[in-house]
């Protein structure tokens, strides 16, 4: 507790601060402007969009590997299945769709900086085709990378041989994509967020094509193993892990993936 002299002083203080605070919002003009034409309007409105989204996304993500995977396996089977059933379908309800919003809104802002970049440097704003080829790469990569996920037993199912394979992959397909975009026109911000944006586009496929394909059947059976007494089929075990590696596996690309797009507007360092 403050002493006495303390609670004498910020009694004396108080008035006077009240007295400043009110004379600098009456006295004190605030001028506010916006930005003339629509498209301003709304790329801040998708930012905003995207930023909420994108934090939920990466949020529960973060959950899954950081705390609730390391946790769940310390349960036994009859608690984990009830938190499966009663936790997991809100959770990744959530999950998927704010990384659907996340990339949906996030692909429309990068349309209209790449439309914007194009203009100011005088040229067309980019072709379809060029789109398609950005699309083309990544899909591509993801498919390599779902691959390289399916195994659940043998070699191919150890972090030390899923993960420098996944690496050559996201490697090419960003090289791929640099050198196929670079020019002199063509600003850091648009390179970053062309690996960045494509690292968040395989992201999305991992969570809709591979955990939530996983996920929403081993819910399903759960469900049924609680209220009816059902057994588990036997694929049960072999679904489980490989949505525990699509999980992981967005995790670590979340980390490139943040910081290109951090990079985008703060680091220029793509030429």
Known sequence: MLPTGGWTLLAELFPRLHTSLVAMAVWTPIHISFPAGGQATEEIFLRWIHFLAGITWIGLLYFFNLAATPALRRLDAETRGKIMTGLMPRTLAWFRWS???TVLAG???YMILLGEGAVNAGHLPPEW???????????????????LMMPVSGPMDSAWVR?????IVVAAASWTILDWNNGP???SRSLSI???GGLGLVMLFIV?????RAQKRLI????????????????????QRRAQVGSRVGFWLSIPMLFFMGAAEHYPFLS
Do not use: Q
């Open 129 to 147: 085709a060029w789109r398609g080829h950005w699309v083309a790469v990544w899909v591509a990569a993801y498919v390599v990378i779902h691959g």
């Open 208 to 212: 809709w094509g591979f955990v939530w």
């Open 194 to 196: 062309a690996v960045g």
């Open 220 to 239: 399903r059976w759960t469900e049924a193993h609680i209220k009816d007494g059902t057994p588990m089929p036997p694929e049960a075990a072999k679904l």
């Open 107 to 109: 692909l429309r802002v």
């Open 185 to 187: 026109n063509v600003s």
């Open 163 to 167: 993960a420098p394979l996944i690496t």
């Open 99 to 101: 990384a659907l919003v």
